[in-house]
Structure formats: C-alpha cells, structure tokens
C-alpha cells in the first residue's frame, strides 16, 4: 500500500511537469525512513512490590506507598491579646541648687615669642682687573734682508768672481714688524721672542745684533732708559736658523708697528768668494718676531677672557642671639656691581651660608662694559648659617673676550661689588622664623579675660565640684637643653584664705602636655568671684607666664605659638550669692522608653500614671510634666500636666488613666519630657544652697496596648496548652521501631512583625507513655516560606503510638511591623512516614506481553530498534526485551523460548537511550503480528543498604522502530 502511494505521487508529479519524461536510466532512486511504535510502559512502586524478593521497610517521606500522613493535627489559634505590654517606666528628678551652672568654659591662651632678629648688615669692595693680559702674537717673518744690500757688487761685472773680506760689515738693515693683537701697549712684563734663518750663500758672522726702533727710528726704551735689544753672540752659516730669542719686555710701550735693526758682518770666519749673478746676490737672511705672556699696564687690545676673584667676608652684626642657624621670615639681599671695565662681564656670586633647601645661594650677573646692575633679591625661607660670626661671600668675575675689536684698558680697571642684607626695607632687621642656637628671650607673660556664661548673676559661690584642666601644646620649640615653665594664676577662684588658685611652675615639653591638676573635682571646696562688666557680662581674669631659659642652646619655631588649653568643667556648687534670674533654677529633663522600642503609634488599652512631688525650697516652684508623645484619642493634644506649688504645700500627689491616650512618634527613645520653674525675686541678692530641692516621682504602670506599630524591641506571647486527638494511627506502624519520620508543621498566622517561635510537642499513649520535641524557628512577615516548619528524625514521638499530641509554647515579637491584640498564630501539623525498600539476588519485574503489528514492507534495506528508559529509582538493573509470534513462549513450562529482542542496563535517577540494528529472523517476525514482552531485572542491593522508595518515583520505557527502504525508479521498481 506504501508503495502504491509513493508510486502514485510520482506519477502525479511527473505528468503535471511540462519538460520531457525521462528514460528508466534517467528515473531517481533515493533512500526513505519510517517509524513505527513498539509500545510505552510505565511501572510504579507497587509493580516492583509483586517481586517477592523486594523487602519492605517503613520510613520516611510522607508521599511513599505505605505512609502514614495524619493531616488532621491542628494547632489551636494563639491570639496576640493583652501580650502586648510594656515595661513599667519609673523616673525621679531632684531639682536644687546644684542646677545654677555655669558653662563649661574652654579658653585657649595663646603666647608667642618676642620676634628674634638681627640688625642689618653690609659690605663692599672693589677689584682691579690688576696687569691685564692680551693674546699672544704669533711669529711673523719680515720682509728678507738680500746680500746685495750687505755688500756692494756694483762695481763688478755680471759673472765676475767677487771675493768678500772677512769680517765684512754690512749697513743696518731696518725691517718692520706688526703685531695683530694690540695697537698700543705698554708691557709690564712679557716678552719678545725673535729668531733668524740664514738663506745667504755666505755666513752671517758674530754677533749679530737686533734692536727694536719706532717708526721714526728712535730706539725703543722703557721707563728706565732700557733699549729693546738683543745680541746673538754666534754666526749662522747658510741655510741655518739661529736658536729663539728671547727679550724681556718690562715697561717698554709697544705699537702695533715697529722697526727691527740688524747689525753685524759676514764672512767671520773668513774671506769668501762668490759669482756676482742674480741668484747669489738676492740670497737673503729674515727675522720672526712674536710676543708672549704679555701683561700690560695699559694696551689698546683684543681683550681675551679673563677671571679673576674678588672673594670677601661680610662680618654679622653684634646680636644679643647666638645664631647656629637661623630661617629667615622677612629679609632681602641687595647686590650692587659696578662695571669698570670696557668688556663686558660675567660676575658669579656663591654664598655657602645661605641656603633654601638645601640649596647654596648662587646668581650669575652679566654687566655690560662700564655701567652698573643693581638687584635686590628676596631671602624670605632662605636658611643663614654664619661661620665664625660671618658670610663668605664667593665672587667671580669673567669677562668676555672682545675679539675681533680692541679696546681701552689699564690695570686700574675693575669691578665694585656690595652686598647688603636686610629686612622688608632698606633699614630693617632681618627677622627670623625659624631658629637654632642661643635666644636672648624675657618671659613671656599674658593677662586675659575668660567669660562666665550664667543665667545667675554671681557674687560670690562655693564650688561643690568642677575640674580644672590644661593642656599646652608647644609647637615653638622643638628642641631644648634646659627646662621651660609655665604658671598660671586665676585671682579670681581663690581657695579658703582668699588665696588665689595657682598653678605652676609646670614643666612643659616640646609638643601637646597634657597638664591635669590634682585629681577629678580639684576646685572643689574654692570659691568663685566672677567680676562684672558695665554690660553685666561676667568673667575671670588670669595671669600666665612662660620662662624660656636663657644661655641655652634650642631649636625654635618662631612662626608658631604656645597654646594653653584652659578647661574648666562640671562646676557645681554647694551656695550661690547673687542676684538669681527667673530661669536661674530651671530644671529641665527626659527619660528614655524601655528597652530598644522605636515606635511609631501604639495605642494604650490600659495604664496609669502617678505623679508625686515634694517642695523643699521653701519658694514658689511650678512643676511641668508634658508629654508630647501621650496623644489624646478624642482631642489629638498631648499629655501636659501644670502643678503650682506654694511654699506651705509640702507634697503633691496625682494619677491619670492612659486608656484615652495614645503614643505616637517615639522613634528617638526620648519623652517624658520634666520641666521645673523656681519663681525668685530677681532684684534681691540671695543666698541659696544644696539642701534646699523639689523632688518629683514619676511612675508609668499596667500599660496594656490594643495595637503598636514600629521598632519593637521584643514582646512575648505565651501559647495556650492546646491537646489535639490522633485519629486512627494505623495497627501496621505500631510494632515497628521507626527509623526515619517527618513533622511538617504549617504555621496559619497574620503577625504583622517577624516572631520567634519555642513551642514543645509531647506525644502521649493510653499506656502513659509521652515523648517529646522542642521546636525553635523563627518566622518573616514578609517570607512565606518560613511558615513552614520541618522537623526531622521525630522517630520518638510516633514509636510510643501516640493517641493524641500536647502543643504548648511562647512567641518572642521584635522588630520593624505593626501588631495588634487580634493577631493570631496557629497552624496545623502533618506526620509523614514513609517507606524503605531492599533488594534481593535474582529478583525480577515481570510484565504482560504485548501484541505489535508493523505491517512492515516485504524488502527492507534495514530495520533500527529504539530504547528509552527514565528511571527515577535509586535502583539499578537491567530490560531484557522478548519477542514471539505466541505468548505461549514465555511460559516457563513451554519448550520453546522467546528471542530476545534488546538488552538495556539502565543506572538510578537516569534517562538513557539505546540503539540495535535486527539484521537476522527477528526482522521477519516484526513484519507480521508478534508480542513483545519486558523483563526488569533489579540488581541486588548490598548488605545494609535500603533504599527509600516514594510513589512518585517510576520507571518509564519507551520503544520504536526505524525502517529504512529504498526507492529506485530507473528499474520500474520500489524498494
């Protein structure tokens, strides 16, 4: 019938095509896939439990197949009720002489040092560039001296043979001789080097003398007569240069060109003959001529670069301070240079003992030729350290070469420098910030005021207690060889014999000293006599004194000051003399709501409120109780409550019922507020002192609310006795020792805060037997699932086989909610037992076969099996699948066995899959009708080992079959 189907659909399509109907070689052929069922079976527990192998055990698990659920448990309603109570509130309030204060007083002295400083202080010199030099002339040839002017060979013919005598002597021969380097000079010292190289064909004999001559031929001579000359006591033979030399120059003037005069003859050593042609009488002799280690008295020059020092010593002011090191607050240095030179110059001046930073002072000045810099620089942080009571001041000058041009200069050219240190102006001492060394320092002293801060307008009180406190913090000096003091005098708190009080000498340290005199109420028994300003403000006056020590070596901070802390706290006094303003004697209080409560409204049912007083004073006193937070129901005002009290009524005595009343708003703890009014004539001087009080009792009892709403610290709740009545407790469970049970208790409540709950649960028999478990459990508001409450291991209570269960108890409230009396806490409980299996060797699930009809295809290309198994059993085995055409065959007595379809070995709490391929006589089986039938073979568990069944738990197996055929068309046939 497939086959006719998947033909006749071909055939439909083939003639619904409009191209041309293929040749049987052209048809396709392609491979198809059918499924088809072999049945799903799913077995429960209670399948298992027809093997007679498998070993049943009451336990746990309240949905198991042999549980005992007793639902039926109910809890009686716990209702919130009168629970909601609050502590009884007690407070006493005493009101006397002791509530004249006066303010605490923190005054902070502040004491500097006398400003340490010195006097201005200056020096000058000057510095003349002294013999300045200028570069040396390099050696320069003069025009060649020829024989022809030595010797006359005029008289002779060209070629002729000329014999020249011995010892001939020759004319002077003038030459010039420029210099480069200077157009006129006059040399202190220096010299002139010259030297002669002999080209001649005859010798130049001894000696030869050179002398230096002005332009106009007139010798050069220095100062003293001295002519510019030299002798060379030797002959040089042709072709040889004469050694250098040299001819010292002192105070011989010089310009730029001058003439060299040579003297001599030739042929010392003999007569000598020579053909008079032109190349033998213009053979010639010539002078080099140099000057070096010029230094000058004057010169028109090329100035080269020169240095020179002009290092001074610049001595301190005498100063009554010894000054190792000193930082400067306020100071400048001035520096005045005046150029005397006609180069420009460089002066660099370097200051060892002035530093910023660790930094040397050092500034490099440029001064044009003949002119004058002045500059004023700050000093201000610059740190002076005199050697032997002075500055070393470096100075270097430079001056810069003037190559190409030449210049003017003598040896009384130079440089003036002067240095002046001083403060902010010109005049000024410098003044310092900080210090090392010796201060010449007087005591410091300070006379001051402190304010008294009073309702009372004191004459005169005796102090009960107070304490007096100082603390120094000497930020001055850092360090000290010798102990500094500090006392300070309070005229005005003066002790029994009107002494004033005194403090000190006290040693400080440097840095915070915490100076406590005595012991805690040191003031007390001294005696306090405010003076009074035209303003009526009063006050204390003090005298304090520092001694810093003289001759001393420190290190001081002069920028900062000595503080002296002066505390005065907690003064109360046993009289008071004065003039009592009306809110003098003001008592004003709180008292704190019990516990950690921070409420928002409650809402009183009940509760009362006692008020006694007791006036001692003597006075009119009006005593105010207002409490804000106590609302009226009706009216919306607060509790407030005025008590007069005259001097003749000793005692009051009052009560009022809270139930009209409501609280609202007590987040911040505090209410009761307590306020009390001495009524004083404020024109009169009086004397009042510590026996004299009121006194007023508060009590808050009995309170009960209806409804509270907040931060509640914790309330608690007693659960009622409730017994409830086991029904039907199956006969089965009684003789079996359980070893696994369950308690769920489902909480029923609308507690609008989170509780904590303890609750007992007793199960009792008729035999008189009881058990017992305690439940501790804490339950959200706003958290479901907390109100439900699981108790495991409960065996003891269910192993006496309970007739009925005793639930008693206590609920702890506490936290953020709202409650009110008709909240309630109840519930119901289930009792769960559910059941334990183990498993034999050999044991095995049998089902009934089942009858499948495939009506498979004739020829087949393959034929697939498909096995799946979900096993939510904590048990293992194996599905042994059989198959037969007669369900005869799976009779133990019959001769013939089943085949066997698939093994499938499934594991616990699984889902697992598995494929066979039938390739033998089975595949002919499934294609008529058969039966199939699944065998579970359930693994042995080991010994101990039980395994919890519950009734959810299954084993579900799913089979089908996969055919694969083929279709090929080319043929005319189908496969």
């Not at 799976?890 to 594991?907: N, Y």
Request: net charge negative.
């Amino acid at each position: 019938m497939k086959r006719t189907i998947i033909a006749s659909i071909l055939i439909i399509l083939i003639q619904r095509c409009s191209i041309d109907f293929p040749g049987k070689s052209e048809m396709p052929n392609w491979d198809v896939e059918l499924n088809f069922p072999l049945g799903t079976k799913t077995f429960f527990a209670r399948d298992m439990m027809k093997a007679s192998t498998v070993t049943t055990y009451i336990s746990q698990e309240g949905d198991s197949i042999i549980a005992f659920a007793n639902d039926a448990l109910g809890m009686e309603r716990t209702v919130v009720g009168d629970s909601l109570k609050i502590d009884n509130i007690t407070e006493s309030y005493t009101q006397s002489i002791e509530d004249v204060t006066v303010e605490n007083i923190d005054e902070k002295v502040i004491m500097d040092m006398s400003v340490v400083s010195i006097a201005p202080f200056d020096d000058d010199w000057s510095d003349n560039v002294g013999p300045a030099t200028v570069r040396d002339n390099l050696p320069k040839g003069s025009t060649p001296a020829k024989l022809k002017e030595l010797f006359d060979f005029t008289p002779y013919g060209n070629g002729a043979e000329v014999t020249i005598p011995q010892n001939t002597e020759y004319p002077s021969i003038y030459r010039p001789v420029d210099f480069d380097e200077f157009d006129k000079v006059v040399i202190k010292e220096g010299f002139m080097d010259v030297r002669i190289l002999n080209d001649l064909i005859v010798e130049l004999g001894s000696p030869i003398i050179i002398t230096f001559c002005n332009p106009d031929s007139t010798e050069i001579m220095n100062d003293k007569g001295v002519v510019l000359t030299t002798t060379y006591n030797g002959s040089l033979q042709p072709g040889e240069t004469s050694p250098v030399f040299p001819i010292p120059l002192s105070n011989h003037p010089l310009e730029n060109l001058i003439l060299a005069r040579v003297e001599g003859v030739i042929c010392g050593f003999g007569s000598r003959t020579v053909m008079n042609n032109s190349e033998n009488i213009n053979s010639s002799f010539n002078m080099f001529v140099s000057t070096r280690d010029i230094v000058v008295r004057s010169a028109i020059a090329i100035v080269p670069e020169q240095n020179f020092d002009t290092t001074s010593t610049v001595a301190m002011p005498e100063s009554e301070h010894e000054i190792i090191s000193a930082t400067v607050k306020s100071g400048n240095l001035k520096i005045n240079l005046n150029n005397r030179l006609n180069v420009e110059s460089l002066v660099n001046i370097n200051i060892p003992g002035l530093t910023q930073s660790g930094v040397i002072f050092n500034e490099t000045l440029t001064i044009p030729p003949i002119s004058g810099i002045n500059k004023i620089l700050s000093l201000d942080d610059y740190k002076i350290t005199p050697e032997n009571d002075s500055i070393l001041v470096y100075s270097f000058v430079k001056t810069l070469t003037t190559d190409p041009n030449k210049v003017y200069i003598d040896e009384f050219q130079g440089i003036d420098l002067e240095v002046f240190f001083f403060g902010t102006s010109e005049g000024d001492s410098i003044i310092f910030k900080e210090f090392e060394g010796i201060v010449d320092q007087d005591d410091i002293e300070k006379e001051g005021e402190i304010d008294i801060d009073s309702d009372t307008r004191i004459t005169s009180a005796t102090i009960s207690r107070g304490t007096i406190e100082l603390n120094l913090d000497n930020k001055v000096i850092q360090e000290i060889d010798a102990d500094m003091t500090l006392t300070l005098v309070i005229p005005d708190i003066v002790d029994e014999s009107n002494n004033p009080i005194a403090i000190g000498p006290l040693t400080v340290s440097p840095g915070m000293t915490p100076l406590f005199i005595n012991a805690d109420n040191s003031l007390a028994g001294y005696k306090l006599r405010p003076q009074q300003r035209a303003d009526k403000e009063q006050y204390v006056t003090y005298d304090a004194e520092i001694i810093v020590p003289r001759d001393t070596y420190g290190i001081y901070d002069l920028e900062e000051s000595f503080i002296t802390d002066i505390k005065i706290t907690g003064l109360r006094f046993s009289s008071v003399t004065g003039y009592f303003n009306e809110e003098a004697i003001v008592k004003e209080d709180s008292t704190s709501f019990p516990g950690n409560n921070k409420l928002d409204l409650a809402d009183f049912k009940d509760g009362i409120l006692n008020i006694h007083t007791e006036n001692h004073f003597g006075l009119y006193a009006d005593v105010s109780f207002v409490i804000p937070e106590f609302m009226n129901k009706q009216t919306g005002e607060p509790l407030e409550l005025l008590i007069n009290m005259n001097p003749e009524e000793m005692e009051y005595n009052q009560q009022i019922g809270l139930q009209d009343y409501i609280f609202s708003n007590m987040k911040e703890r505090e209410f009761l507020y307590y306020e009390s009014k001495i009524s004083i004539p404020t024109s009169e001087e009086m004397t009042l002192d510590a026996s004299k009080n009121v006194n007023a009792d508060i009590k808050i009892e009995n309170i009960v609310l209806n409804s509270i709403k907040g931060h509640i610290d914790t309330i608690e709740v007693k659960i009622a006795e409730v017994e409830e009545k086991v029904a039907d407790f199956p006969e089965e469970l009684k003789d079996i020792n359980l070893e696994e049970t369950t308690l769920e208790v489902h909480f029923d409540t609308n507690i609008g805060i989170d509780f904590e709950l303890d609750m007992e649960i007793i199960s009792c028999n008729s035999e008189g037997d009881s058990e017992a478990v305690h439940v501790h459990h804490i339950i959200k508001k706003d958290d479901p699932a907390t109100r439900i409450v699981t108790i495991d291991e409960a065996n003891q209570l269910l192993n006496i086989a309970p007739d009925n269960f005793v639930f008693s108890g206590n609920i702890r409230l506490y936290g953020e909610g709202e409650i009110d009396q008709e909240q309630y806490l109840g519930g119901q409980i289930n009792v769960l037992v559910p059941l334990i299996i183990s498993v034999d060797a050999d044991t095995k699930i049998e089902l009934d076969p089942e009858k499948i009809t495939t009506d498979l295809p004739d020829e087949l290309v393959s034929v697939f099996i498909h096995s799946e198994i979900d096993n939510s059993f904590d048990l293992t085995g194996l599905v042994r699948t059989l198959i037969s055409r007669d369900t005869t065959d799976f009779l133990p007595e019959s001769s013939k066995k089943p085949d066997t379809l698939m093994v499938f070995r499934f594991v616990g709490n699984q889902i697992q899959e598995q494929q066979i391929e039938i390739i033998d006589d089975r595949m002919n089986m499934l294609k008529d009708s058969c039966y199939i039938k699944n065998e579970i073979e359930l693994d042995a568990t080991l010994p101990g080992e039980k395994i919890k069944v519950l009734t959810r738990d299954r084993l579900k197996l799913f089979m089908y079959g996969t055919i694969v055929g083929h279709i090929d068309l080319s043929d005319g046939e189908e496969k």
